[in-house]
């Protein structure tokens, strides 16, 4: 590709972001927050002084402090399926993988399953899933609704690229949230990656998702192979342009069953730099601790909970489907009840001498669904604090 299609490319991700984005995100006192500059991004993910990095991750500490306080949300995961009609080169859950034992879960387990999350003190559940046509959207709807009205659980899908119609009328039907992570902002690496999906799709679909009301959640993967730092620094300054609400990121773990096979995982250092820098430009996001993060390093989540994160998404897959959603090998939490992973997810957060948020977790960027008010510097809304930006 040209030079110029390639901008022509990140001008239209750009554009998508500005007219599916909402105002201008500030710090909470009508200022905007400092950005560092790609060059700035660049060079701390290079920095090769210990103390230096240690810092970056102290001010993203404190930067989450502020913005988003001391309570870590639990969101009960459930990946109801791993069938996927795309071909994604890095994922275990492609398509032409035939080594993968797949499953579909009926919507009755999956009503079955977000119910004992409920019964466990979940408030979020994330249904999660490869991109299967499967399940109608009637179909989806109606476990949506089933979920809403059984247990007042908020709702996230992480369900992958649907029509505009079919967003809106899950979002009628009660859904809250929607993840969809574009990967790598770099156009080239994208289509590379992604050989059957359409980089310009990727950020239609998430403008759409924002225009029809849903919280939004985005993010990107660390260490891909072919990836710059320069990427990975312009993938920090999309997420704060598309001004999401979630940010997830986890490394690139190679898979022995894709064409990436062998190549080199991504590393511990680089999730916690991109997590930390992630943190410092965009504020207010919540941002999990990601369980592949957990799987490179056996303290990953730990470590990214001090330096940005403040979710955890304990998986409550029945065990029988659990060890065959392997977007990547190695993935811990297989084996556990659903109930152990969510007290392992507890002990953790106390460890950290952190509290468990007591409430949806809904976005701190967008008014309050019962009250409609919209979180205001130096009050404590539900579930986190805005707060003045870091001193
Ligand atoms: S990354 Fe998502 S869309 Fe791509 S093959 Fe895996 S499950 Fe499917």
């Not at 500005?18 to 920095?47: C, F, H, Q, W």
């Not at 003190?121 to 499967?134: A, I, M, W």
């Not at 109606?142 to 690229?161: D, H, Q």
């Not at 007290?343 to 106390?350: I, Q």
Request: with cysteine; glycine share 10%.
């Amino acid at each position: 590709m040209s030079d110029a299609r390639h901008r022509r490319s990140r001008d239209v991700a750009g554009e998508d972001a500005r007219r599916g984005g909402r105002e201008r995100r500030t710090d909470g006192e009508g200022t905007p927050s400092p950005v560092p500059a790609k060059r700035e991004i660049v060079r701390l993910l290079n920095e090769t002084d210990d103390s230096a990095v240690l810092a970056l991750f102290a001010r993203a500490d404190r930067v989450r402090r502020k913005c988003v306080g001391d309570a870590v949300h639990l969101r009960a995961l459930i990946e109801f399926s791993n069938h996927c009609r795309r071909n994604c080169l890095y994922c275990g859950l492609r398509r032409s993988n035939g080594k993968a034992v797949r499953y579909r879960m009926t919507v009755d387990e999956i009503l079955a399953a977000a119910s004992e999350a409920a019964a466990m003190g979940f408030r979020t559940v994330v249904l999660q899933s490869g991109e299967d046509p499967g399940y109608a959207v009637e179909d989806l709807c109606g476990l949506v609704r089933n979920i809403k009205t059984g247990t007042g659980m908020a709702v996230t899908l992480s369900i992958g690229e649907r029509s505009r119609d079919d967003y809106g009328r899950l979002k009628e039907a009660g859904a809250d949230r929607y993840l969809l992570r574009f990967e790598t902002s770099d156009p080239l690496l994208f289509r590379k990656l992604k050989p059957d999906s359409v980089y310009e799709e990727r950020f239609r679909c998430l403008r759409w998702l924002s225009e029809l009301g849903y919280q939004v959640g985005s993010g990107n993967m660390v260490g891909l192979p072919g990836q710059s730092e320069e990427s990975l620094a312009d993938d920090i300054l999309l997420f704060r342009e598309l001004d999401l609400d979630m940010i997830g990121l986890g490394p690139f773990i190679a898979h022995p069953d894709t064409p990436l096979r062998g190549s080199p995982d991504g590393t511990i250092d680089r999730v916690l730099r991109v997590t930390a820098l992630a943190r410092i430009v965009t504020g207010n996001a919540h941002m999990p601790a990601t369980t592949a993060t957990g799987t490179i390093d056996p303290r990953g989540r730990e470590k990214a909970l001090q330096c940005g994160a403040n979710v955890l998404m304990p998986n409550v897959t029945p065990q029988r489907y659990r060890e065959h959603y392997l977007i990547y090998p190695g993935k811990i939490c297989i084996a556990e009840e659903p109930a152990r992973c969510r007290f392992d997810a507890e002990t953790m957060v106390s460890s950290l001498g952190r509290t468990i948020g007591r409430d949806a977790g809904d976005s701190l960027k967008r008014p309050d669904r019962r009250t409609g008010k919209r979180p205001s510097p130096g009050e404590d809304p539900p579930g986190g604090h805005t707060a003045p930006r870091e001193s």
